[in-house]
Nanobody, 126 residues
Framework: VQLQACGGGLVQAGGSLRLSCAAS????????MAWFRQAPGKERVFVAA????????YYTDSVKGRFTISRDNAESTMYLQMDNLQPEDTADYYC????????????????????WGQGTQVTVSS
């Protein structure tokens, strides 16, 4: 499985960006796909995830109500719509996919994800 992320950029506080992550190769319909982010000097942390088959979504508290994760099954592409961006959202954003179904409690666990895309940089100026 290969993941290709794009859509990052520089935006002012309060602005919006839409990240995309296209998957290719032998993907599982039961997979989770997710976005993680890593700010300079900090660990990579969970942002949002979607169960591909059910479209159930999960968010870290700091982005609830501002970010929306979605997917297009026909295009095997996952999206992250980010609205009302704030300087603390500045980070490299990574998309990730599991190889198959995982238990719900591991949704936010970085180690549960088998495949990773390259990072796309998001910078929010104040």
């Amino acid at each position: 499985v290969q993941l290709q992320a794009c859509g990052g950029g520089l935006v002012q506080a309060g602005g919006s960006l839409r990240l995309s992550c296209a998957a290719s190769g032998r993907t599982s319909r039961e997979r989770n796909m997710a976005w993680f982010r890593q700010a300079p000097g900090k660990e990579r942390v969970f942002v949002a995830a979607i169960r591909w088959s059910s479209r159930h979504t999960y968010y870290t508290d700091s982005v609830k109500g501002r970010f929306t994760i979605s997917r297009d099954n026909a295009e095997s592409t996952m999206y992250l719509q980010m609205d009302n961006l704030q300087p603390e959202d500045t980070a490299d954003y990574y998309c990730a996919s599991t190889g198959g179904r995982i238990i719900l409690s591991r949704t936010r666990d970085l180690s549960a994800y088998d495949f990773w895309g390259q990072g796309t940089q998001v910078t929010v100026s104040s």
